[in-house]
């Protein structure tokens, strides 16, 4: 019964590194999708994918990176970390565009 | 610009009362609206999604009503409890928008008091 996955829970990088948030689905759902959470601005969407091989931007899309090789994987990759990278990352799936969505626990990212 | 507003930011209520989360969106062309509960420092728990073609849905004391026309969604909860504190969130997903994706609110915390 895992659902959405995420790991790490909690990273801490320095400025300049790269690395990748895992996220994973054992739902076998079509749509996942990638949001960070910043205080007063909300979750916003980064990336996003409608299936295996096909991603496309979300509303703040610079400075990350996506690929979905496979249904049930989508990772998020920084690719030069910036202290306005700091935020709570969360990953998202649903069968279809407007069927119910589930999160994972989020990873918090420290960027110094 | 679609937007999701989520009025008032915080709220407390004491326990036993029941209570209405407001949540407005700019755009009546939508494909459903979710509401969602997050703890402190947790993920995103699914509590409500509602259809475009649906008025309302409920789940055992929380009911949620959709109404397009107005750009309006409200989530009822009755006897609150202290366990009901946390954020809540709406979302909807724009049926004209180019990633037609989620888009939130920011939210209103309750806090039920005992």
């Known amino acids: 019964n895992a659902g959405v996955t995420q790991t790490p829970k909690f990273q801490v990088l320095k400025t300049g590194q790269s690395m990748t948030l895992q996220c994973a689905q054992d739902m076998n759902h079509e749509y996942m999708s990638w949001y960070r959470q910043d205080p007063g601005m909300g979750l916003r969407l980064i990336h996003y994918s409608v299936g295996a091989g096909i991603t496309d931007q979300g509303e703040v899309p610079n400075g990350y990176n996506v690929s979905r090789s496979t249904t049930e994987d989508f990772p998020l990759r920084l690719l030069s970390a910036a202290p306005s990278q700091t935020s709570v990352y969360f990953c998202?799936?649903?069968?279809?565009?407007?069927?119910?969505?589930?999160f994972g626990q989020g990873t918090r990212l420290t960027v110094v | 610009k679609q937007e999701v507003t989520q009025i008032p930011a915080a709220l407390s209520v004491p326990e036993g009362e029941n209570l209405v989360l407001n949540c407005s969106f700019t755009?009546?062309?939508?494909?459903?609206l979710q509401w969602f509960r997050q703890d402190p420092g947790k993920g995103l728990t699914s509590l409500l999604l509602i259809q475009s073609s649906q008025r309302e849905q409920t789940s055992g004391r929380l009911n949620a009503s959709l109404d397009k026309s107005s750009g309006r969604s409200t989530l009822y909860i009755a006897a609150s409890q202290p366990g009901d504190s946390a954020t809540y969130l709406c979302a909807a997903i724009f049926s004209s928008g180019s990633a037609r994706q989620l888009t939130f609110g920011s939210g209103t915390q309750l806090t039920v008091l005992p």
């Open positions: 998202a799936s649903s069968a279809k565009r407007n069927t119910e969505a589930f």
């Open positions: 755009d009546s062309a939508i494909y459903n």
